[in-house]
């Protein structure tokens, strides 16, 4: 199912086909490198399944991000509720493909998808989990107008957090 479209890309759920495609990303050690490690093949199977669980659940997860001029699978992007501080936050999460850095389908994805949260779900606040050497998806949340909100231990590793308000998007 699409969620919706931006001029290059379109966000869809994602379906059990995707593994493969998804696989180039989520098991590439490159784009991986802030995580504990990259995914194996389960890994990504049970990836997928979470966010299928989470569109039920909470009527969002992480999307499919494919181009608009070739239906292919480029990454994901999408929210994630998560429990930060003991407070339960709305996260905005990306990840493309290594081929594709550097095109602006992070920051063009993430937007849409903030604007989404404000708009439909009435989210008063979004954030994005960072690791602070993780300067290329700090400019990300940096472009789509987050700042850096506070610093903490989050699953037992250093983590920025990056935040916006709707209210600083209507001033």
């Given amino acids: 199912m699409t969620v919706f ?5 379109t966000l869809r759920d994602f379906e059990p086909e995707d593994t493969d495609a998804l696989a180039k990303i989520l098991s590439d050690s490159e784009t991986m490198r802030y ?3 990259p995914y194996d093949r389960v890994g990504v199977t049970d990836w997928i399944e979470r966010n299928r669980v989470r569109y039920e659940k909470d009527g969002f997860g992480l999307w499919a991000m494919l181009l608009n001029s070739t239906a292919e699978l480029i990454g994901d992007c999408g ?9 339960d936050e709305i996260e905005i999460g990306y990840h493309v ?6 095109r602006g389908y992070a920051p063009e994805a993430a937007r849409a998808c903030r604007d989404y949260a404000f708009s439909r779900l009435e989210a008063d606040q979004l954030i ?9 998806s700090c400019r990300v949340a940096e472009k ?6 506070k610093e903490l231990m ?6 920025h957090v990056y935040c916006i308000k709707r209210v600083e998007l209507t001033r």
């Fill in 128 to 136: 994005s989990l960072i690791r602070p050497e993780n300067r290329p």
């Fill in 79 to 87: 929210l994630v509720r998560q429990s930060v501080d003991g407070v």
């Fill in 154 to 159: 989050w699953r037992k590793i250093p983590h």
């Fill in 144 to 149: 789509i107008g987050m700042t850096l909100w």
């Fill in 5 to 9: 479209q931006t001029p290059r890309l």
């Fill in 35 to 37: 995580y504990p490690a």
């Fill in 97 to 102: 493909r290594r081929d594709h850095w550097g």
